[in-house]
C-alpha cells in the first residue's frame, strides 16, 4: 500500500474517535480513502450521513451527484476517485426554526485541525467547496452570485496554488439554485469543473493509478 495512503487512513482512524464538540453528534464522517487530486468540501454531515458513515448520502447527495453524473462520473465512481471532505465531521442537531443548525465558530475552528490534515495529506489541484461555510474556507464574499461560476485561487502555507470552484449547497429546502441568476451560475460553475484538466484526468482514470472509465468526459 501507498504510504500516502496509509498516511491519510491513519488520519481518518483518529478522526473517527474524535468526541471534542459536546453539542455535536457522532460518530464523524469521512469520506472514502482515496488519494484523489480533487477534493469536495461539504458544510457538515445531517443525520442519515451519521447513520450511513457516508457524506452526501440522503436528499442532497442524490442532487449533488446529479450534477456530476452530468461531468462523467456517476456516484460510485465520484465515492471512488474524488476525496470527499467537510468543514465539520458530525452532524450539528436541528435548528428551532427549521433546518440543520449551523456549526458555531467554535465548533468550525475544533475540526479545522482535520480539514487541514486532509488539505496536507492529499495536496489536491482541484478544491470544490460545497455551501456557505465551506466556501468560506476560501472566499471572503458574503454573496453566493460573488463566487458562484468563477474559479478562484488558493495559496497553501507551502506556497502551492490550487485551483477552487465553489458550489452551492444542493439542499432541497435552497431554491438559490433553482431560480436565476442561481441557475445560470450553477451552471457556469459546472462548466468551469468539467473543463478543468485535473477533472478530467479524474473521469478518464488517469490520476494516480485510478481505474479508467468506459465513457469520456462530456464536451
Known sequence: MDD????????????HDCRDC?????????????????????????????ETGRPFAWTSGRTLFGWFAGLGLTEQEFRSRVYMSAVC????GKNPKGGDR??????????????QGDLDLLAPRLVIPVGRLAIARFFDARRLVDVIGSQGHWETARGRCVDVIPLPHPSGVSSWFKTEPGRTL???AL??????PVWQDVVQGQARGMPKSHHSPPA
Open 102 to 115: 449551523v456549526p458555531s465558530r467554535h465548533e468550525v475552528g475544533c475540526c479545522g485541525h482535520w480539514l
Open 191 to 196: 462548466g468551469l469543473i468539467g473543463a478543468h
Open 89 to 92: 465531521r458530525c452532524f450539528p
Open 22 to 50: 459536546p453539542d455535536m453528534t457522532g460518530p464523524p464522517v469521512t469520506g472514502q480513502a482515496v488519494m484523489s487530486p480533487v477534493m469536495l468540501i461539504g458544510q457538515a454531515p445531517g443525520p442519515r450521513e451519521i
Open 186 to 188: 450553477l451552471a457556469r
Open 4 to 15: 500516502s495512503l496509509v498516511s491519510l487512513l491513519a488520519h481518518q482512524a483518529v478522526l
